[in-house]
Structure formats: C-alpha cells, structure tokens
C-alpha cells in the first residue's frame, strides 16, 4: 500500500468527487484531512477565506508534521455576467485560484520530499457555455497556477491538474443522446477522477509535472451535427 500513512489534504472533500478522492485515499491506508464549507465529520471551514485557511493548516500540524498531498477540489461559485455580482466573482476565484495559492503557500515548509498537489479543474477552463463566467475564470486560474506552481516547486513537489468533463455524483444513470454525446458510450463517475488522482500521486508518475489531463470521456474531442449521435435540429 504506497498511500499508507501518507497525509493528504482534499478540499471540498464533503461529497461528488472530492468525497470519492477522500476514500479511495483513506482505502489505501491514508490519513486524509478535509476541509469543506458544509457541515459534518471534518474541518469545516470556508477556503475562500484567509482566517479559515489558517486555522484549517493550524489544526492539521496540531496533528502531523508534513504533508504528502494536496488535492484542490473546492468548487467555486458558477454564475455569469448577467446575475454575478463583483463580490461573488472574486469569491469564485478566492475558492478556485487563490485558495490553492495560499493554502500551498502555508504548507511549503511542510511539505515532505515526492509530495504531490493536484488541482482539480475542468474541461470549462478551454471551452464555454453561455453565462458561466465565474467558473471558467476560477478554473482557468487554477489552470495556469498548476503549471507555474509545478515550476516553483519543483524537484521536491510534482504539480499537475485534472479536468473532468460530465461527471455524475448523484448516481443518476444516462442513455440515448446524454451518453452517446461520450465517445466511451457512458457519463464519467467519481471513480475516474479519485483513480486517476491516486495514479498522479504514485510514484508511477514520477516524471510527469506541470501537466492538465481531461478526463471527459472524450467528449471534448467529438466533433457534432444535426442527426448525430442522438442530436436532432429543432
């Protein structure tokens, strides 16, 4: 079991995929701290804030000494330009951009030799839908500070991102044109976002950082017209 006794932060770590994240660490035999603005068995806190960052670090070097991995999964506010305020933009990009800044600056000095951080981002981040400006800006953040924090911290911290497409986490199952639309025939679940965030922490992918990997089912790359896969013109 590689991930036995590791220490791994997983923001938004309370349900969808950072829940998903936060067991299959814990079923390999890590120590996984979370903090998520809901409430229950966990740090709850809100990332967006600075004092909640703090005190979130302050409560996990009461516990541990270093820290072997972080995965950046909080998830920011989507609205658009019609309804967003100035105050909800730049609180969508406190949870998606800066919180990553800041809590890996907290942690720098602990973090131990091989760590890994991972950012959780999304295929919304090279493409857009009408009215989703906040999340796009916050996840095209994160984008960009995956590759400069790879640079910077470097050799001793790999940095990389994953960007999934259509991820279902309310077990709802999909056919005809939702599914068709997945060149795999099917919509992602959680499992293949927390299996291939155990695969970027191992030491299998020693040499990959810096890097984004979408992981949409191949979506992204399908190329659609009327009367295909399921699509009819209205």
């Known amino acids: 079991m590689e991930f036995k006794d590791k220490v791994v932060i997983v923001t938004g770590g309370a349900q969808g995929i950072g829940k998903a994240i936060k067991e299959a660490f814990e079923n390999e035999g890590a120590r996984v701290y979370v903090i998520d603005i809901q409430n229950g068995n966990h740090f709850v806190g809100d990332v967006s804030k600075k004092e909640d960052l703090e005190k979130f670090v302050n409560y996990l070097l009461e516990n541990e000494n270093h820290v072997d991995y972080i995965i950046n999964n909080a998830v920011p506010l989507f609205k658009g330009i019609n309804d967003c305020s100035y105050d909800e933009f730049v609180y969508a990009l406190n949870v998606g951009a800066t919180s990553v800044f800041y809590l890996t600056k907290l942690l720098r000095s602990n973090l131990a030799e091989n760590s890994v951080i991972i950012n959780i981002t999304s295929t919304r981040d090279n493409q857009s839908m009408s009215q989703s400006e906040s999340?796009?800006?916050?996840?095209?953040?994160?984008?960009?500070?995956?590759?400069?924090?790879?640079?910077?911290?470097?050799?001793?911290?790999?940095?990389?991102?994953?960007?999934?497409?259509?991820?279902?986490?309310?077990?709802?199952?999909?056919?005809?044109?939702?599914?068709?639309?997945?060149?795999?025939?099917?919509?992602g679940v959680p499992k293949d976002i927390s299996e291939l965030v155990l695969f970027l922490c191992s030491n299998k992918a020693s040499f990959i950082t810096g890097q984004e990997f979408v992981v949409d089912g191949g979506m992204s790359k399908l190329m659609i017209y009327h009367d295909e896969h399921g699509w009819k013109k209205e």
């Open 135 to 187: 999340y796009a800006a916050a996840k095209g953040a994160m984008k960009s500070l995956t590759h400069a924090l790879a640079v910077s911290l470097g050799p001793k911290t790999r940095v990389n991102a994953i960007a999934p497409g259509w991820i279902e986490t309310k077990n709802k199952a999909y056919s005809g044109s939702d599914a068709n639309q997945q060149p795999v025939g099917r919509v």
